[in-house]
């Protein structure tokens, strides 16, 4: 067994939906998704496939946590059939995205994480495609006490520690920390792995556990520190001068010309 | 205690040792947060050898200017930078804390929110003063909706995308300069070791007053090199969409948009580019928006000023061309 590894994945509406598929409620405040199917936060599908490699490479059991308000089973089936070794999901009305923020949200996970029983590194995506926050990872790190490195595009465990490539907006930079530690990944870590049908089946009879809001004994109400207090859809249309010609070349000539009549160029 | 009540804002250092443009943008956007709230505007900056950014922080608008001071900041390091941060932060509670939503700021930021207990919004691309209390705006939802938000603890945090604030001139009489030796309480964890630089810091795609940007329907490396050309000639950068980078057609230090650069040039030109919502979360403040792209359907012109349907294998060398030949003469600033 060895290494233990916890994934922390957030279900969200599909981010890659076209943007009718996100409905504004203004008056709710909320955001409703419409016709587009949740999946696993595509930064904790980067996390999840770093835990697969560690656990080739050095082996490691791998504990999938996802807390919300109802999780999709297929979806976490699939995640899990990728490689993970079992499941922590935290589910019930109190926790409705709209109604936790970061904070309440890494207090819950913490308090998961303690039920769940010893752990040697916890992976989290870099943001949340729907809170679009980055602050979980962080937030658990600091109530757990442990150190945390961000953005990493390569995750490797050697000898007690953690070595991490961490992004830069102009390369990367080599980070190492004793573990137990916590890690965020971003996208440059690369894709989930697919599970073979095979893998999925199987992975229906790895062990599952679900907790209750009363069993983390955390409330969440009183907990946020950050209020939404409006929701509006953003206003980015322009209205677009379109170069036309009879050719592709002349039209790319056009252009040029026109650009520089107005004083863009 | 004297900055109790204050906007406080942390600022950083440019490759020069001058304070980053975000810094005085920021120093603009205290300003504003200050006089709305009655309150002082100070700035903290973190290094070794400050002084002199220090001094022009002071001459650019604050009130006060911190300059915390150890051997061991002058690179950021998450731990150091908490502990000297907290340290500080034990003497006086600032109404407000602004950081730039930048590499450090993204790191830093939620571990002092997370230390003192305090709400933290980040990635803001507003802020302003109602009633009293600060309200922020950022995207949610990968950009198809912006929440404002308020954060319920005495101190807020946030962290403030570029182009948000507006640097103010120069004010007559500066404010103070406080240097402050840093200390440490808690051990360091964390031991770094070692950097690679990989993006030609010439034209950081952040400040380049053009970008030109290719997508998925570049199609490969080898139209990235055209897009190289006609940036060159406009004295631009090159950025790209998610699928290039992914693809490896362009290096990741290119990527524009949520999870990439946030860019606001003068000029953004986009070359077979839908335009999702993840991409325009990262361009869509650029002054003028030009779009190639031979889906006269997509999304991109709708956010466009000028457009030009068509394969960009036609109209790009074209375009160049015409732009080269109808070049102003040499030295023109844009062309040089
Ligand atoms: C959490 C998350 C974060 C993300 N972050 C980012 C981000 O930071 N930045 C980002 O860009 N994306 C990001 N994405 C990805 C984003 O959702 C889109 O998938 C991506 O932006 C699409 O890139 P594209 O427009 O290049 O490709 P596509 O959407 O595939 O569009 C390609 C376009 O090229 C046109 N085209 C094809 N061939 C030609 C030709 N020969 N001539 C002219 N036009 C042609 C097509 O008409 C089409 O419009 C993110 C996604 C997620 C889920
Ligand atoms: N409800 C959740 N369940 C599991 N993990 C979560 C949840 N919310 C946030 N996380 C983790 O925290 C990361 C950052 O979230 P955020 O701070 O909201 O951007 C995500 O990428 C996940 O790894």
Redesign the pocket.
Known sequence: MGLRIIVCAKQVPD??GPPSSFEVNASERKVIPRGIPPVI???DENALEAAIRIKESVGASITLLSLGKSLSRAVILKAVAAGADASLLVEGDAFEPSDLDSSSTASLLAAAIEKAGGYDLILCGRQA?DTNAGQVGLGLACILGIPAITLAQKVEVEDGRVRVERVLPDGYEVVEAPLPALVTVS?ELGDLRYPSLQAIKAAKALPQTVLGPDDLGVDPHGLARVETVGLEAPKRERSCKLVEADTPEEAGRKLALVLRQDKIL | MEGSGSVVILAETAESGAPAAISLELLGLGRDLADGLGADLSAVILGSGMGDAARELAARGADEVIQLEHASLSTYNPELYQEAMLGLLKSFTPRVLLAGHTAMGQDLLPRLAFSLSCGLVTDCVGARVEGGQILFVRPVY?GNALATQRVTTATAMATVRARVGEAKAPTATPGEVKVIEASFAAPVRLEPKGRETLEDRECPLEEAPVVVS??????GEEGFALLRELASLLGGAVG?????VDSGWAPSTC??????KVVAPDIYIA?????????L??MSEAGKIVA????PD?Y?FKVSDYGVV????Q?LPAFTAALREAAPEQGGARWA
């Open positions: 981010p890659e936060n595509p930064f495609a996208g | 990968g290719g997508g998925r329907g570049m199609g790209a969409s998610r699928p290039p990527q524009v948009g949520i999870t990439g070359v077979a580019i839908s335009g999702s919502t993840q991409h979360s990262g190639i792209n031979k889906d997509a991109i068509g394969d960009w294998k109209v």
